[in-house]
């Protein structure tokens, strides 16, 4: 049986505190599911409002679902292959996902159960709220740029709220589009 | 003390897999400064103890081996690193 004496055990645990201190994991590495979320998103609110006013035919509808299909396709994809390929996959990181997938997966049923309850851009609301709770979320966990840009797309909510109908699908969209797809875009430049 | 982690790389590849989901083996042999062949012994005797999981795959045609710790590794660090603190305050 092996034995362990004082100097050992002290050996021991400081490099113990040393691998601890140095993976400490980092929070978010998909900077690319925020840029795909974010367009697809204000694209969609977009499209609904240019179609309930008239502007585009009402043909133009069948878009959304290829756009969300598409943005749905490309995240189980991209999931895939960042499984495979990234080296550490964090705890944190685990658990950011689970809130995402669930916080989205809740935007959705919302959107396509509920739609019809609510008037004006309530499913659109719905979908920037979600997008501020996944990065407030995250700011949570101590990234600025999310902070800022959580905070973006609820001032982006509170201004929809109080603009006009003929511009508030606008006001929400630019909180998602500069908020949710900035975020990302952000992360993409800053990765190492 | 837990036999099995008083080798300190297999101690260090516990610390290692500690905060992280899975970390591959390439990753694991880079951070601790060992060679493959001495990684792949250790790794074989923390499997065989149901400390780590292990899980293979391919890509783009090229073996992936990455590691995630268990709740048996986990419980065993835990006990190991407190048992170790008990010496180091009875020695001083």
């Known amino acids: ?124 609301a719905i979908w920037s709220v979600a997008e501020a709770i996944v990065l407030l979320n995250i700011g949570m966990h101590g990234n600025r740029r999310a902070q800022v840009a959580g905070v973006l797309v609820v001032a982006s909510l509170v201004a929809a709220n109080f603009a006009s109908t003929g511009v508030n699908a606008y006001v929400l969209a630019a909180g998602m589009l500069a908020g949710y797809g900035g975020f990302g875009l952000s992360e993409l430049l800053a990765r190492d | 003390m837990d036999e099995l982690l008083l080798s300190k790389v297999r101690l260090g590849v516990v610390a290692e897999l500690l905060n992280y989901d899975w970390v591959t083996f390439s990753e694991l042999a880079r951070s601790l400064d060992v060679s493959n062949g001495n990684l792949g012994a250790h790794m074989s005797k923390l499997v065989e103890a149901d400390y780590v999981e292990e899980d293979k795959s391919f890509v783009n045609r090229r073996p992936l081996t990455r590691y995630r710790l268990t709740k048996r590794g986990r419980d065993a660090f835990a006990t190991h690193v407190s048992q170790l603190q008990s010496l180091l305050k009875a020695a001083t």
């Open chain 1, 1 to 124: 049986m092996e034995r362990i004496d004082a100097v050992q055990a002290r050996d021991h645990i400081e490099m113990v505190e040393r691998i601890l201190a140095q993976t400490q994991p980092r929070l978010c590495a998909g900077g690319e599911f925020f840029v795909v979320w974010g367009v697809a998103s204000a694209f969609v609110t977009v499209i609904a409002k240019l179609v309930s006013q008239g502007i585009l035919a009402g043909i133009w509808l069948w878009t959304i679902p290829i756009v969300l299909c598409a943005g749905a396709l490309f995240s189980i994809v991209r999931g895939r292959q960042l499984r495979k390929t990234v080296t550490r996959t964090s705890l944190v990181q685990r658990e950011f996902f689970n809130v995402l997938w669930l916080t989205l997966g809740l935007a959705f049923i919302v959107n396509v159960a509920v739609y019809n309850i609510f008037s004006g851009i309530a499913a659109a």
